[in-house]
């Protein structure tokens, strides 16, 4: 089976601009969780989704949003870039809800920069 | 303070050596992970653990619920352990990971 993907790897923008990346989990998997890391905070929840319904936030301002659609993708949304929304953004997938009985499996990532 | 802390925060070990990392958390929780990110960013999970000891190759983790701590060991480490592991727990309710800081291991040869 392909791994987990994400795209694009790396991105740059600027303050103000707004980004949507995006995650393919899986074949199979239903369950498809965001992290923001950083070097200061280190990895930090953003949101779950399984079977398109966002099932846990974690505590990040209203402008990250994200959705999951039908066939299990999942994009992450980010408006009004701020300096401090550099980071790598990882998702992970697995065959039931994250974090639970069941292994996470991590895409590369997307490192974002903002100027 | 954290809810989740790694000791140490770097290692540095020679070929061979037995390592050992550090994971101590402060809530409740349903399962614990670790996982491994090299450089470039990619992440792996290794172990996910509610109870006891699990094994696979040279990586040994173990986890004791009562006192809210977990280990992992790698035995006859190898340069290509080099990488930082991080821990991270599921609390009891809810899904969402949180996430120690990570120990960045360096094994030369």
């Known amino acids: 089976k392909a791994g987990v993907t994400q795209t694009p790897r790396y991105l740059i923008k600027t303050r103000g601009q707004q980004v949507t990346l995006s995650c393919s989990p899986i074949s199979g998997h239903r369950s498809v969780s965001w992290y923001q890391q950083t070097p200061g905070q280190g990895l930090q929840f953003l949101f779950e989704?399984?079977?398109?319904?966002?099932?846990n936030k974690g505590n990040f301002p209203g402008r990250f949003s994200g959705r999951q659609f039908s066939n299990s993708r999942s994009e992450m949304n980010v408006s009004t870039l701020e300096l401090g929304d550099s980071a790598l953004y990882l998702c992970a997938s697995s065959p039931v809800l994250a974090g639970g009985a069941d292994t996470q499996y991590f895409g590369p990532g997307t490192r974002l920069t903002v100027l | 303070k954290n809810e989740v802390e790694q000791s140490p925060q770097n290692l540095t070990a020679q070929e061979g050596e037995f390592i050992t990392i550090n994971c101590s958390y402060s809530?409740?929780?349903?399962?614990l992970h670790w996982l491994q990110q090299h450089p470039g960013g990619g992440i792996v999970s290794l172990f996910m653990l509610s109870s006891g000891k699990k094994k696979h190759g040279r990586l040994i983790a173990t986890i004791n619920i009562q006192e809210k701590h977990s280990s992992l060991h790698i035995t006859a480490s190898h340069p290509r352990d080099s990488a930082v592991y991080i821990c991270?727990?599921?609390?009891?309710?809810?899904?969402?990971?949180?996430f120690g800081e990570g120990t960045q291991l360096t094994v030369n040869p």
């Open positions: 991270a727990v599921k609390g009891t309710s809810g899904s969402r990971l949180t």
């Open positions: 809530v409740g929780i349903s399962a």
């Open positions: 989704y399984f079977s398109e319904t966002q099932r």
